[in-house]
Each structure stands twice: as structure tokens, then as C-alpha cells.
């Protein structure tokens, strides 16, 4: 049973590009978020969403960032024209639908630098 | 908003020795979780607490949730080398699924 899986696990990227960051969540996981981790910092909230719904997007920058959860294919974290603090290590977790189970499994994340 | 503060921020302690890390909050939490994170790799969930006053052992790690499910800390028995890593706990607000997480205790144990 794999785990949570991101790609790419690097991205580089110049200010002004879009970085387009994936996440497969584990096997019979309905529920995915995306945390943002700067350097020797804990996690923060991004967004929290089930297929096809964006449940929770209260930790999200209100522009440039964009979260996606297809009915089919991988959750999408998108960040239009990015800058260069935008560099950092960002984690998507999976957990399962039942509502009382908020246990998190986290990916090894996607680290971004933007130069 | 919810916020977790952790301590200590770093912690460096010889093999053998005995430690604990804390986790507090003015904020009550649905359940509370403690994760390891490696350099360059994603946390690792070690156990997830949701009684007040709930205590959980895993080997050499001991694990506790406040009374008001408002704190909780981390005990380790018997350091280990292999124990090195960053210690985050992360709590879920009541009807909420996303985690509050603490700013991270960094532990090293010397051999």
C-alpha cells in the first residue's frame, strides 16, 4: 500500500513562473491537504479538500495560489507568477473520509525555490 | 486562532538520558497528534491522542493529553541516537479536520 506520493520532489523555478506541485494520496483516502513549511518552522494550513470540492481553503494567499482535487488524477497545488518567498518546502497529507478520524499522513514534500 | 507552542525549541542531551517535550495551548483541540519529521523528508505520525487525559506508549516514547485537551507533551526514556529528529505536535480543532501545528522541538542525542 504506498504512502502519499508528490512529485516533483525539487522544482526550481524563476520569479514570474508557475509552479504546478502533485499529490496522489494514499490508497482509499477521500480527503487531501496541503501545508506550507518554511525553513526550521512547523507546517501551516493551506487547504483541505475532498474530490472535487475545495472543503477549507482559510490558510490559502488569496492570489496566485489555486488547490484542485479532480475526480480523477492527482490533487493539484498550483502558485502563478511566483516570487521568491514563495520558497519552501510544501506537504500534502491524506487521511480517510470517516469524519471522527482526523489522523494525517504526510507525503515527503515538494521544496520549491524560486530564483 | 488556534496556536500550539511547543519547548523546548531545541533540546541536545547525551544517550541514556531522559527527556520531555511540551506542547500547550489556550485552545482545546478534538484530538492532538505527534509526528517526527527527518531532514528533507515528510512527517511521520507517531500517535494520535483524543481522550482528556489519555496516555499512550510507544516503546520508549510516552504519550499524554491534558485533562482539558488543551496540552499534551512527549516523554522518551532511554535516549537513542536514532531518536534525533524534529518532534511536532499538531492538534485538530473541534469540527475541524485541518492541524494546528506547533513550531517544533529539535532534539539531538549524542552517542
Known amino acids: 500500500n504506498a504512502g502519499v506520493m508528490q512529485n516533483p520532489r525539487h522544482l526550481v523555478r524563476r520569479r514570474g513562473q508557475e509552479a504546478r506541485l502533485r499529490c496522489s494520496p494514499m490508497k482509499g483516502h477521500s480527503h487531501v491537504y496541503w501545508y506550507r513549511q518554511l525553513p526550521e518552522e512547523g507546517l501551516k494550513f493551506m487547504v483541505y479538500l475532498q474530490k472535487e470540492n475545495i472543503i477549507d481553503e482559510s490558510g490559502m494567499p488569496k492570489e496566485r495560489f489555486s488547490a484542485e482535487f479532480p475526480k480523477e488524477g492527482p490533487s493539484i497545488l498550483r502558485i502563478q507568477q511566483v516570487v521568491r518567498g514563495d520558497s519552501a518546502a510544501y506537504f500534502c497529507?491524506?487521511?480517510?473520509?470517516?469524519?471522527?478520524?482526523?489522523?494525517?499522513?504526510f507525503g515527503q514534500g515538494t521544496r520549491l525555490t524560486v530564483v | 486562532t488556534q496556536l500550539l507552542e511547543q519547548s523546548p525549541q531545541f533540546l541536545s542531551i547525551q544517550e541514556g538520558e531522559n527527556l520531555t517535550v511540551y506542547c500547550n495551548s489556550s485552545?482545546?483541540?478534538?484530538?492532538l497528534q505527534w509526528y517526527r519529521q527527518e531532514p528533507g523528508e515528510g512527517p511521520v505520525l507517531l500517535v494520535t491522542v483524543v481522550t482528556g487525559g489519555e496516555v499512550k506508549k510507544l516503546k520508549r516514547l510516552t504519550f499524554q493529553f491534558g485533562d482539558a485537551r488543551k496540552d499534551s507533551s512527549l516523554h522518551i526514556t532511554a535516549a537513542q541516537p536514532g531518536d534525533t529528529g524534529l518532534y511536532l505536535c499538531?492538534?485538530?480543532?473541534?469540527?475541524?479536520?485541518?492541524?494546528?501545528f506547533g513550531s517544533g522541538t529539535r532534539l539531538q542525542v549524542q552517542p
Open positions: 485552545s482545546v483541540f478534538s484530538s
Open positions: 497529507a491524506s487521511s480517510p473520509g470517516k469524519q471522527e478520524n482526523t489522523e494525517a499522513f
Open positions: 499538531a492538534g485538530a480543532g473541534t469540527g475541524r479536520r485541518a492541524l494546528t
